[in-house]
């Protein structure tokens, strides 16, 4: 296939790039940008100079694609989906412009306007695990946000089997500033991060409406979470730790059989044995989303822990996983990627 991706100059879209140039079923693999036409990509990043030596083109003359990965900023997919789709390619969004259904949330948490109703009716959530008859026929494919992905995929085999209070979960996340994106900031400048660890829009997190979207159709009711991001000075991964009242007494060794039972079948999730849990570096630069868990007995609350690489598993990994399901490959395809140690 001719594969195409727009937003390639960020983080996000040089993971891509990686992965889908050594991806068995890519054709070609175009790097488009609407900010830097004609600009060598090995200029933009010398550590592909002798690999990809093409300019980048704007994205306004892509042609001749069959499915274009959108790694944009928020705002930007919007308005380039439609022309995208009208001249009949598949779009992998990466940028949270058709995450929530809702367009009055759209606004409130991303100030902004959304994207056309049609679009967003069309537009299928990517979590790979958990909804893949959706996304084999999609033409739209809205790939989740790393926050999201990591507490999803911790939080989903205890909410589908209704076995929390669904008013109690809290999320403490932390990640790694490559999540910020390339742009420079003072929030990610070095003496400002160096040796400090901060937290950043407790409860105004624009991850948060998309978390609670996802929850409340597992469990059929609204729901409401606790949410607490932190930027910590490491550049990939992200750890969720989440806090959960149980609604039933369940021993540790209980909820690691039902963790590992519900995720028998998913190669990318690995769920870890009693006493043991994830850590970052374990998943660095691989797809793998790994959990522990534990029961605190004493005030009956479930301990969640999730690991991912933000850049893999929370952006350009699941995204290339979804490209595989939707076109009926084996969703492993391109992404059987060792983690990198130490």
């Given at each position: 296939?001719?594969?195409g ?8 879209g040089?993971?891509?790039?990686r ?5 068995p ?5 175009i ?8 600009k ?17 083109i ?17 705002g930007?997919?919007s ?19 058709f995450?929530?259904k ?19 009716k ?15 026929s ?9 926050y ?7 939080l ?9 209070d ?28 160096n040796e ?16 609670e979207?996802?929850?409340?159709l ?29 609604a ?5 060794d ?16 690995r769920?870890r ?11 660095a ?16 609350r479930?301990?969640i ?7 893999m ?13 939707m ?6 395809t391109?992404?059987k ?6």
């Open positions: 296939m001719n594969i991706i727009t937003g390639s100059t960020g983080y996000g040089v993971e891509l790039y992965l889908l140039a050594n991806h079923y890519t054709e070609k693999c790097l488009y940008t609407s900010t830097q036409g004609g060598l990509y090995s200029d933009v990043y010398p550590h592909l100079s002798g690999i990809q030596e093409d300019s980048l704007n994205v306004e003359e892509a042609e001749g694609i069959d499915v274009m990965f959108v790694a944009a900023p928020p930007v997919s308005e380039l989906t439609p022309k995208l789709v009208k001249k009949g390619m598949k779009v992998v969004d990466l940028s949270g412009d995450r929530l809702d367009p009055r949330q759209y606004e409130e948490w991303y100030h902004r306007p959304p994207a056309a109703d049609d679009l967003l069309d537009a299928v959530y990517g979590l790979s695990e958990l909804n893949k008859v959706s996304i084999s999609c033409r739209i494919l809205s790939n989740p946000g790393c999201p992905t990591a507490s999803l995929l911790g989903a085999p205890l909410v589908l089997q209704h076995a929390v669904p008013c109690s979960i809290v999320i403490d996340a932390k990640s790694g500033v490559s999540g910020a994106g390339r742009k420079a900031g003072l929030g990610t400048h070095y003496s400002e991060l400090n660890f901060k937290v950043y829009k407790p409860g105004e997190h624009q991850h948060i409406p998309e978390i979207q996802q929850l409340g597992w469990m059929n009711e609204p729901a409401l979470i606790s949410f607490s991001p932190h930027l910590v000075p490491m550049t990939r991964g992200i750890m969720a730790t989440m806090y959960i009242k149980m039933e007494s369940i021993t540790t209980e909820l690691y059989e039902s963790y590992d039972s519900f995720y028998k079948g998913a190669p990318f999730v769920v044995r009693p006493g043991t849990y994830p850590q970052t570096k374990e998943v630069g691989s797809n793998f989303c790994d959990i522990g868990v534990k029961v605190d007995e004493r005030t009956g479930a301990v822990i999730s690991v991912i690489d933000n850049l598993k929370g952006a350009a990994g699941q995204a290339v996983q979804n490209f595989n399901i076109n009926g490959w084996d969703e492993q391109g992404l990627l060792l983690p990198m140690y130490p």
